[in-house]
Nanobody, 117 residues
Framework: QVQFVESGGGLVQPGGSLRLSCAAS????????MGWYRQAPGKQRELVAT???????TYADSGKGRFTIFRDNDKNTVYLQMNSLKPEDTAVYYC???????????WGEGTLVTVSS
C-alpha cells in the first residue's frame, strides 16, 4: 500500500521560510517522478513542483525563484524548500506521483502552511 506522510508545515510570517518533507512508502521511490501539490481554501488542488528520477525539476509560476524541490532516494523522501513566503502560499501541501493534473496514488493528509502576520 502506497502512503505519503507530509510534514513541516506551520505558521510563518510573510517573507519567512519553511521546508516541507514527504516520506513515501510502499513504492519503489527512486524510479518515480514526484510532485508537490497544494490546495488553498475554496480552490482546487494545484501542482506546485516536480522532480524526476534524474533530478530535473519543474515549477509552477507561483513558486519559481522561491521554491526548491529536491529528493533523497535513500530516505524515500521528497522535500520542498519554500522561501520568501507570501500569504497566497497559504494552503495544505501534499505530495504524490504526478498523473496529469492529479496524483497517481491516494492522497496523504497533507501539511498545513499558513503565511500570516
Amino acid at each position: 500500500q502506497v502512503q505519503f506522510v507530509e510534514s513541516g508545515g506551520g505558521l510563518v510570517q510573510p517573507g519567512g521560510s519553511l521546508r516541507l518533507s514527504c516520506a513515501a512508502s510502499g513504492l519503489a521511490f527512486s524510479i518515480y517522478r514526484m510532485g508537490w501539490y497544494r490546495q488553498a481554501p475554496g480552490k482546487q488542488r494545484e501542482l506546485v513542483a516536480t522532480i524526476d528520477t534524474r533530478g530535473r525539476t519543474t515549477y509552477a509560476d507561483s513558486g519559481k525563484g522561491r521554491f526548491t524541490i529536491f529528493r533523497d532516494n535513500d530516505k524515500n523522501t521528497v522535500y520542498l524548500q519554500m522561501n520568501s513566503l507570501k500569504p497566497e502560499d497559504t494552503a495544505v501541501y501534499y505530495c504524490n506521483v504526478p498523473r496529469g493534473d492529479d496524483g497517481l496514488y491516494y492522497w496523504g493528509e497533507g501539511t498545513l502552511v499558513t503565511v500570516s502576520s
